[in-house]
């Protein structure tokens, strides 16, 4: 049993208190926050104590949730790694790669786990593109992308201040930028354009980074609060096939020249975690080699307990900060950037 804290009760806070109250393999001791009456609130829901100083909980438990904001982060994580505390922290891991590199190395020193809410690695059907697409089934990275808008005014919200949030294209689009690393790679060179739309919004609210990648192949991430209409498309093309999903949700998949296939997600998690197939049936399909099909909470609490690195560590984090950081570089410059520019 893991005797967990929450440091941070916000909306985020908040939602993974109530999935991590439910787990067999999990008990929250205690909740805090800044805010005495969002602590209260809480921890009389869930009976437990509650504090506004995270370093009074630290006795007490095993590992830390952590969803305070990305500019309010650094301090929690030394002290909590400093404590020889496991650590979970929502995304992005900060805004700054000095800071980054202090928390990671606080991490490494008192030898804990440190994960980051890189959750579109855990989901459906994120992770049923990257699986093929890791078998070799759709041959070698021609491109992949994302698209997600996500009309939303951040006025009245820390979000829509480019020093707090790092505007759209990192609070939201970091999510987008790891899934595409996932799939292609360090990233090399990338080519962006990000700014602000309404004067009541001071951070970039919609931005768009072409990226290459130093294995070969391309990505594309494009993000908005502020397109006035929902739209999605998540896509992988490679030289013998392709996996595309439209704002339907339509998994469409095609191989060399076969037909073209609506892929069942919950029935397509064949592959395992490193691309390894299973056995083919007679109609060609993979069979199932028993991966895990985990929740992200599930994967933090698996890598503690057997002492595996999680597939979203901060060291991936930190990749994606700084293909973030270099593409607000080359936003403002209006040229291509290398990602090894800024670290």
């Not at 987008?176 to 919004?201: E, F, Y």
């Not at 930190?318 to 080359?330: E, G, P």
Request: include cysteine; aromatic fraction near 6%.
């Amino acid at each position: 049993m893991v005797r967990l804290g929450l440091i941070g009760l916000g909306g985020m806070g908040n939602y993974h208190a109530n999935v991590l109250s439910k787990m067999e393999n999990v008990k929250i001791v205690a909740v805090c926050d800044i805010i005495e009456q969002k602590a209260r609130t809480l921890g009389e829901k869930l009976k437990v104590r509650f504090c506004t100083d995270f370093r009074d909980l630290l006795d007490d438990v095993d590992a830390v949730w952590v969803c305070t904001e990305p500019f309010n982060r650094r301090e929690v994580v030394a002290a909590c790694a400093g404590a020889g505390k496991q650590i979970f922290t929502e995304k992005p891991i900060c805004l700054d790669l000095h800071d980054a590199d202090e928390m990671i190395a606080a991490a490494k020193r008192a030898k804990v786990k440190y994960m980051l809410g890189y959750v579109l690695r855990f989901m459906e059907p994120y992770r049923v593109i990257h699986d093929t697409f890791a078998s070799g089934e759709l041959g070698e990275l021609v491109t992949c992308w994302t698209r997600r808008y996500m009309p939303c005014d951040m006025t009245r919200h820390w979000y829509g201040k480019q020093e707090l949030s790092g505007g759209v294209t990192l609070d939201f689009g970091s999510h987008d930028c790891d899934w595409l690393r996932w799939i292609g790679g360090d990233v090399k060179t990338v080519l962006a354009s990000a700014r602000p739309v309404r004067p009541t919004v001071h951070a970039d609210e919609h931005g768009m980074v072409m990226m290459l990648f130093a294995r070969g192949g391309m990505g594309t991430l494009d993000v908005s609060w502020s397109s006035y209409l929902n739209e999605s498309s998540i896509g992988v093309v490679g030289t013998t096939g392709a996996m595309i999903v439209g704002r339907d949700g339509v998994v469409r998949k095609k191989v060399g020249d076969g037909p073209e296939q609506t892929v069942d997600v919950n029935s397509a998690m064949d592959i395992d975690p490193s691309g390894n197939l299973g056995t083919r049936d007679a109609g060609g399909n993979i069979q199932a080699t028993g991966r895990r099909a985990e929740t992200i909470h599930q994967h933090f609490f698996r890598c503690v307990e057997e002492d595996v690195e999680p597939l979203t560590s901060a060291a991936e984090g930190r990749k994606t900060l700084a293909v973030i950081k270099a593409a607000h570089l080359s936003a403002s410059c209006g040229k291509a950037v290398e990602v090894s520019e800024v670290g």
